[in-house]
């Protein structure tokens, strides 16, 4: 066997450890990318979307829950005006219960006004929001929904919708009087907030934040993590797409509405492939919690609108 000169040697060892060592960093970028893929968004349904406020139809949640897992969802969006007890022990059956379904409580929907010019009348909302950031972390649930409220200057529901979700301010009041009052109520409740590991989800919910400007505002004021953009796909009534894409960058969780059988209000011809790829583009890896609110029955229709969102968010 002929020698190898040691010199000649070290250097050709050196040379493949070299090699080796930028294949090895080759190998591992190209692990990394190729982890890095897109996958589609989880699938939750709202408890209000077996109920739409329709009489003789409120359904239990621990019902909405099993239905929710029967039809094939990830999760479930608790709407808090359905549950019908909120001690602990009822929590804990239901977080037992979507324990056992296998689905995640993703969300929970609830309700406040902080448009009001009597101080007494925001902060009976801000102890009622600081109540509900418990029950969410009693539940497990990472985020809940809150609304600015509204002027209330327009009478019923039905006669907001009439106007497309436009109302005026308060004799003597103005709109910036309205968002100082929901900048001011929000950021009492942020501490609470960060306390319990709780995102406030602020929803495109007629009042304040019925426009992306409005809505925006409000959280780009306040600018903290704890704050986000919960957006609603039926709210938006005209031109939604671009309105949509304003506000996508900083939304935790979208609900989705479907409108079956014609909407309880009104019905938005939405397409929800051109929804997905605006969410995708702002890398929108969150919940699509769906919200349908059609008159045709939920049997059918939830699970036609769970198969839309499926193929659009997939």
């Known amino acids: 066997m002929a020698q190898v000169d040691r010199r000649t040697f070290m250097a050709g060892?050196?040379?493949?450890?070299?090699?080796?060592?930028?294949?090895?960093h080759a190998a591992e970028k190209s692990a990394e990318s190729s982890t890095q893929v897109h996958r589609g968004n989880p699938i939750a349904v709202s408890t209000y979307s077996f109920w739409r406020f329709?009489?003789?139809l409120k359904m239990p949640i621990e019902t909405c829950i099993d239905e929710a897992a029967r039809m094939g969802f990830d999760g479930v969006d608790i709407l808090l005006?359905?549950?019908e007890k909120e001690d602990n022990a009822y929590l804990q059956m239901l977080k037992r219960r979507?324990?056992?379904?296998?689905?995640?409580l993703c969300c929970m929907s609830t309700h406040q006004a902080f448009v009001a010019p009597d101080e007494a009348k925001r902060q009976k909302n801000i102890d009622l929001t600081l109540h509900q950031i418990e029950l969410a972390y009693k539940l497990g649930i990472p985020i809940?929904?809150?609304?600015?409220?509204?002027?209330?200057?327009?009478?019923?529901?039905?006669d907001l919708m009439a106007k497309r979700g436009i109302e005026p301010p308060l004799p003597g009041y103005t709109e910036e009087d309205g968002f100082k009052w929901v900048v001011d109520s929000i950021q009492k409740l942020l501490p609470k907030a960060e306390e319990c590991g709780v995102i406030l989800g602020l929803e495109n919910h007629w009042g304040m934040a019925r426009t992306p400007e409005g809505l925006l505002r409000i959280v780009n004021t306040i600018n903290s993590p704890w704050l986000q953009v919960l957006l609603d796909t039926g709210n938006f009534l005209e031109d939604p797409y671009d309105k949509l894409e304003k506000c996508a960058p900083q939304t935790v969780l979208m609900q989705a509405k479907t409108y079956y059988g014609g909407g309880l209000?009104?019905?938005l011809d939405l397409d929800y492939n051109r929804i997905a790829q605006i969410m995708r583009r702002h890398n929108f890896r969150g919940y699509v919690s769906l919200e349908f609110e059609g008159n045709e029955d939920y049997k059918t229709a939830i699970p036609k609108s769970l198969a839309v969102l499926r193929k659009a968010f997939a």
């Open 13 to 24: 060892s050196i040379a493949t450890l070299a090699g080796v060592s930028v294949m090895s």
């Open 54 to 56: 329709k009489n003789g």
């Open 81 to 83: 005006m359905q549950m």
């Open 98 to 104: 979507a324990l056992i379904n296998g689905l995640d």
């Open 144 to 158: 809940i929904r809150i609304n600015t409220g509204r002027w209330g200057t327009t009478g019923s529901f039905d």
């Open 265 to 267: 209000w009104y019905t």
